[in-house]
C-alpha cells in the first residue's frame, strides 16, 4: 500500500491463530479502516496480546486479526486514502448509491483491495461466523472530514452534526441478532460509557434499534469493512476519544471488551 507522490509503501500485516482447523467457527477482526481511529489498532493489537486470547479464545475459535487496513493513513492521521477516497465505503464499488444518504459506496481503494485480496488467496472458501470491524467517531469528523465531503462532493450548505459521547455499535438490519449486540454494550459498559440518544432519539442521525446500537442498511450494499464477509454476527464499533469522560486507554479497552462480549456470547450461546 502507497501513495504514488511519495516512496512510502506499508505492506498489510495479519495475524492468525495457531492451529487453524475446519472444526472451529472462524473470526475476523478488523482495525484502522480509517487510520486516523486510533484506538481500532491499538484495540486489536490489545487483543492480540491478551493471554486469555490464546489461552482461551484461540480454542474456541479461529482467529483471523488485521490490525491496520490502513496503514498509510494511520502515518499521516487520515480518514481518507492518498486519493480523497473513503476506505470503508470501498468494499463494494459496484453497491447501490442512494441521493441523500449518509453511507453509500465509493471507488475501490488500495486498502480494500489488499484486503479483499489477502482473504481470497488465503482463506477463499473460509466461512466466516464473526467479524468485527472496530473504528471511532471523533470531533473531527465534524471539524475536518464532514466539511471536507461536502467540499468533495460539491454539497453546499451542509448541516452541522453531533458526535455521540460513547461508545456504540452499528448493526447491519438483515442480520440483527439483538441478544448479541445487547452483550458486547454490556460488556464494554464496564469499561467506559455507552452513548446516548440525541434530542431527536438518533445517534449519527440513524434510528437506534436497541441501548447503544443503530440499525443501518446491509453493510455490504454500503461498501462497508463489516460486509465484506458471510458472517453471520457482524458488526462495526464506535467509541469516543475525545470525551471527557474517557481516555485514550479505556476507549483501547473497550474495543477490546466489545471483541471479548461478542466471543463469550458466542462461546455460551451457539457454541
Not at 480523497?84 to 447501490?96: A, H, L
Not at 451542509?158 to 447491519?172: A, T
Not at 440525541?198 to 442498511?217: L, M, R, Y
Not at 464499533?237 to 483501547?252: I, L, M
Amino acid at each position: 500500500l502507497h501513495d504514488d507522490k511519495d516512496d512510502d509503501h506499508f505492506p498489510l500485516f495479519a495475524v492468525r491463530s495457531r492451529n487453524w482447523s475446519p472444526t472451529k467457527p472462524s473470526v475476523l477482526v478488523t482495525g484502522g479502516v480509517h487510520g486516523y481511529e486510533t484506538s481500532g489498532v491499538e484495540g486489536a493489537l490489545l487483543f492480540l496480546n491478551n493471554p486469555k486470547t490464546t489461552t482461551h479464545y484461540a480454542q474456541h475459535f479461529n482467529l483471523l486479526v488485521v490490525p491496520c487496513v490502513s496503514p498509510w493513513g494511520y502515518e499521516r492521521i487520515q480518514r481518507w486514502t492518498s486519493k480523497g477516497t473513503d476506505p470503508n465505503r470501498s468494499f463494494n464499488p459496484e453497491g447501490d448509491i442512494v441521493e441523500g444518504r449518509s453511507f453509500n459506496p465509493e471507488a475501490e481503494t488500495q486498502e480494500s483491495a489488499a484486503l479483499l485480496q489477502f482473504l481470497k488467496d488465503n482463506f477463499d472458501e473460509q466461512k466466516w461466523m464473526c467479524h468485527l470491524d472496530l473504528h471511532e467517531t471523533t470531533d473531527t469528523d465534524e471539524t475536518e472530514f464532514r466539511p471536507a465531503k461536502a467540499a468533495r462532493d460539491g454539497i453546499l450548505g451542509s448541516e452541522k452534526g453531533e458526535i455521540p459521547d460513547g461508545f456504540y455499535l452499528v448493526q447491519d438490519i438483515t442480520s440483527p441478532q439483538p441478544e448479541w449486540f445487547k452483550a458486547m454494550i454490556d460488556n464494554v459498559r464496564k469499561v467506559t460509557h455507552i452513548a446516548p440518544a440525541d434530542q431527536d432519539g438518533k445517534i449519527i442521525g440513524e434510528d437506534i434499534s436497541q441501548e447503544g446500537v443503530i440499525g443501518i442498511p446491509c453493510n455490504k450494499s454500503l461498501g462497508l469493512c463489516a460486509g465484506m464477509t458471510n458472517a453471520l454476527y457482524r458488526t462495526t464499533t464506535e467509541v469516543y476519544p475525545d470525551s471527557p469522560k474517557a481516555t485514550p486507554e479505556q476507549c483501547n479497552r473497550a474495543q477490546v471488551a466489545c471483541i471479548e462480549g461478542a466471543l463469550d456470547h458466542i462461546i455460551d450461546t451457539v457454541l
